[in-house]
């Protein structure tokens, strides 16, 4: 007789694809539940596990990336196993995880970006925000990125935190990143940065930013850069006003900015220019490399339901720049033999339950978590809800889950060194995550990190020949 799933004698067992903040808060919750017996295998493309919290966060929201340790509690009981460097839908696939595991977990997040849709997008020097993140950030497929910084200017398109966040490192001094675990390559490139002037640019008002106070706030405090705000493009409508009552948040955003727009300049080498009610029309270029941005201004226009959109008027102006970053979201790929909703770019679900879009029907055993779930929105906590909900539905579905064909933990492992993949164990990460806090620790750094996948697989591999 077969044992009943979830039991002691016949553990739940879930694969979870992808080593982001989603994936932890979910393996979390199911291993710190009592009334399921459950284990935990989670497979990442890269060897790193993390996520955004070390290829996304900024390297000098230092604070934020505490948050790791968290994942790390989670890491370290014996029901989970990680499998880095395992590529979903190549190195594994749906067939075999399904062979594998009672119920398989998506939590891959947005891996791509939103385009802007207008002329000179594509060419040389305009890139979007998340590429530029994932470089500062050491992330190994954005590596060997090359950003010019030897013009005088650069705009930023869009007014969330990204934006923010790639702002704040061009504007910030080399002193201010010396001591944080931004790459050596992009901290070299940065201290030959002749940027002066960096445009933010928002399309609506200042009512309708989609950062949040504490971003804002912090770039009155740079250390070579002044704020620049025009007064003018402060103005707020009647819905804007309305709007700006209705959310603390959004009162204390325009407030830092209308105490911008008052503060004189203190000459700082650096200038942040935010302007608002401006969208690009046009990236322009010379000799491939873009040159300017053509803006049209904008006024508001509401909808039926009070929703302000911006339209544009007809008035245009130039900002001759040399360097582009569209900061205008993160956007879903899909998955090989995984439903993909293409307007939203996330995986169709209810609850996080995975729906067959044709059918509208709920696929057995098939689970979302995080920005693969939702979309791009929300801090870092926000998956913890996010994936409590998910987890929830997973341990109700018990019943009615098919069980896997072969459950056997050593399995996976077998079929992993079967097809010679070089997988990066927990243990082998913790050896990496050590090597990099102590040759941090030697510049005073929090961490200098591997940017590259041989390299680790190589330090790996020296490592435990070392050890054996
Ligand atoms: P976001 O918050 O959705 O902001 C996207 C911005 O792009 C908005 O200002 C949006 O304006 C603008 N935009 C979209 N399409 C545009 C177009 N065609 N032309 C001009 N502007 C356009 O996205 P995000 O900044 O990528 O951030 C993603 C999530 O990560 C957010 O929830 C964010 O808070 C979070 N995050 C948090 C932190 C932190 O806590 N420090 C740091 C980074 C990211 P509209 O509003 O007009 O659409």
Redesign the pocket.
């Known amino acids: 007789m077969t044992s009943q799933l979830g039991t002691v004698e016949r553990p739940l067992r879930v694969a979870i694809i992808g080593a982001g903040p989603a994936g932890f808060y979910a393996a979390g919750a199911l291993l710190q539940q009592k009334e399921v017996s459950a284990s935990v295998d989670m497979f990442d493309r890269l060897p790193t596990p993390h996520g955004?919290v070390r290829y996304?966060?900024?390297p000098d929201?230092q604070k934020?990336k505490s948050v790791a340790k968290l994942y790390d509690r989670t890491a370290a009981d014996p029901r989970f196993r990680f499998f880095g460097n395992v590529d979903f839908g190549k190195d594994i696939t749906h067939a075999d995880l399904h062979r594998h595991y009672d119920q398989i977990l998506y939590a891959v997040g947005a891996q791509s970006?939103?385009?802007?849709?207008?002329l000179g997008e594509e060419l040389m020097g305009s890139f979007s925000?998340?590429e530029f993140v994932a470089w500062y950030n050491g992330h190994p497929d954005f590596a060997d990125l090359e950003f010019d910084l030897s013009g005088e200017v650069a705009v930023v398109?869009?007014?969330?935190?990204?934006?923010?966040?790639v702002a704040r490192i061009l504007a910030r001094s080399i002193d201010e990143l010396s001591a944080t675990d931004i790459t050596d390559y992009a901290l070299e490139k940065l201290a030959q940065s002749q940027i002066k002037d960096i445009y933010v640019?928002?399309?609506?008002g200042p009512a309708?930013?989609?950062?949040?106070p504490?971003?804002i706030k912090e770039f009155g405090e740079l250390a070579i850069a002044d704020v620049v705000v025009n007064g003018d493009e402060l103005a707020l409508d009647p819905l804007s006003a309305a709007e700006a009552a209705a959310s603390t948040e959004t009162q204390r955003n325009v407030e830092h900015l209308r105490d911008y727009a008052a503060r004189a300049l203190t000459n700082k080498p650096r200038r942040v220019h935010f302007r608002f009610l401006v969208?690009?029309v046009e990236i322009l270029g010379e000799d491939g490399k873009v040159s300017a941005v053509r803006l049209e201004k904008n006024r508001l226009r509401a909808d039926a339901n009070g929703n302000l959109?911006?339209e544009g008027t007809g008035k245009f102006e130039t900002i001759p720049a040399g360097l582009v970053l569209?900061?205008?979201?993160?956007k879903g790929i899909p998955l090989e033999d995984v439903p993909y909703d293409q307007r939203n770019g996330t995986i169709p679900n209810e609850q996080g339950r995975v729906k067959d879009p044709e059918s509208g029907k709920v696929i057995a055993g098939e689970y979302v978590v995080g920005?693969a779930k939702r979309g791009?929105?929300?801090?870092?906590g926000?998956n913890k809800p996010d994936a409590g909900e998910t987890v929830a539905m997973m341990l109700a579905d018990l019943p009615t889950t098919p069980p896997a064909a072969n459950p056997n933990p050593a399995a996976i492992d077998a079929l992993l060194e079967e097809r010679q993949l070089n997988f990066v164990t927990i243990e082998g990460w913790r050896i990496l995550d050590q090597l990099e806090v102590e040759s941090g620790q030697a510049q005073g750094k929090p961490r200098v990190k591997f940017t590259r996948i041989q390299e680790m697989l190589e330090t790996l591999h020296a490592e435990i020949h070392l050890k054996a």
């Open positions: 955004l996304g966060v900024a929201h934020i970006d939103r385009k802007l849709n207008i925000a998340t398109v869009g007014v969330g935190n990204v934006a923010m966040d640019l928002s399309r609506r309708q930013v989609k950062f949040t504490p971003e969208s690009p959109s911006a569209r900061s205008v979201g993160y920005w791009p929105t929300g801090v870092i926000t």
